[in-house]
């Protein structure tokens, strides 16, 4: 039997491998502490995980202050593509980079179905 | 007019969301589980200085966060945990900033027991505080009403010479 661990990493294999100009996936729980990544090499997985949260944290905030609701996403976008944030149950966030030319409603698909099994987990 | 930035910086659970809170008590705290994530955020009227209070996360995974809330900075306050020794987090982000003097004053933070020596000392590295505070954040007397007016100080005023001081 898998440990938690073993199946939140396999899930983000999977949404790597299956979603197409995916380059990288995260679980960050929400104080910012990595809990499995799929991460390009040389990436430092603890100081983006630490923005992850940050960002998520300021994000819920400025959706309440403009009376936005619930926050359900934080897009960012750069020169080179996106890194898309999604909460995955009360205590994690699934984190995603892409490349620009990655098909936005294909990768926010499968980032719920991923963010739902992670959940599950949790 | 524009706000000149304070920063409140310092190791995890010094106190600086407590200052901010002190100082301002309607301040926008972006923690979880008392642990501040994101920041601290409040403006501040301060003897006809307006200033926007930043408090950064203190915990080490946070330091992209810190540089970046640094930024702009006018002036540093720092608070340290009486009985702890300086924090070396604190000290890379205040001297980063004394570099291009911005001055800082340290706010000595006795949680709820006064300790001898408090354990706050100068780094090497850095220029001397404009100013030490003590004060116990639960109860911090006139020590506000000192920073506030300190604070006006520190925003106008360029980073003493290191060596001298306090």
Excluded at chain 1, 5 to 29: H, R, W, Y
Excluded at chain 1, 54 to 79: F, H, I, M, W
Excluded at chain 2, 39 to 60: E, T
């Amino acid at each position: 039997m898998p440990t938690a661990f073993e199946q939140m990493n396999q899930i983000l294999k999977t949404l790597v491998a299956n979603t197409p100009d995916l380059e990288g996936a995260a679980t960050v729980s929400l104080d910012g502490l990595v809990l499995a990544s799929v991460l390009p090499a040389g990436t430092d997985e603890d100081r983006v995980s630490a923005m992850a949260a940050a960002l998520l944290s300021l994000g819920e905030r400025t959706a309440q202050e403009l009376q936005r609701g619930a926050l359900e996403q934080v897009y960012v976008r750069g020169d080179n593509g996106y890194i898309i944030l999604m909460a995955a149950g009360p205590e994690a966030v699934l984190e995603v980079i892409a490349g620009g030319g990655a098909k936005l409603g294909m990768v926010l698909l499968d980032m719920k179905r991923a963010a739902q099994e992670v959940t599950r987990l949790l | 007019m524009r706000a000149a930035k304070v920063l409140v910086a310092g190791a995890g659970e010094a106190g600086k969301s407590t200052l901010i809170q002190a100082l301002v008590p309607d301040a926008m705290n972006l923690a979880l589980r008392g642990r501040t994530i994101a920041m601290d955020h409040a403006m501040l009227q301060c003897n006809g200085c307006r200033l926007s209070i930043v408090g950064v996360p203190g915990q080490q995974r946070f330091g992209a966060v810190r540089e970046i809330l640094a930024e702009g900075a006018r002036g540093i306050i720092w608070v340290h945990r009486s009985g702890y020794s300086t924090d070396p987090e604190t000290t890379f982000l205040v001297r980063d900033l004394s570099n291009n003097d911005v001055p800082y004053l340290v706010l000595v933070n006795h949680v709820g027991l006064v300790c001898r020596p408090h354990g706050w000392a100068r780094p090497e590295s850095l220029p001397a505080p404009t100013m030490i505070i003590e004060c116990d954040l639960e109860a911090p007397g006139d020590a506000l009403s000192i920073l506030r007016d300190e604070m006006q100080v520190l925003i106008g005023r360029p980073a003493p010479l290191a060596g001298k001081g306090p």
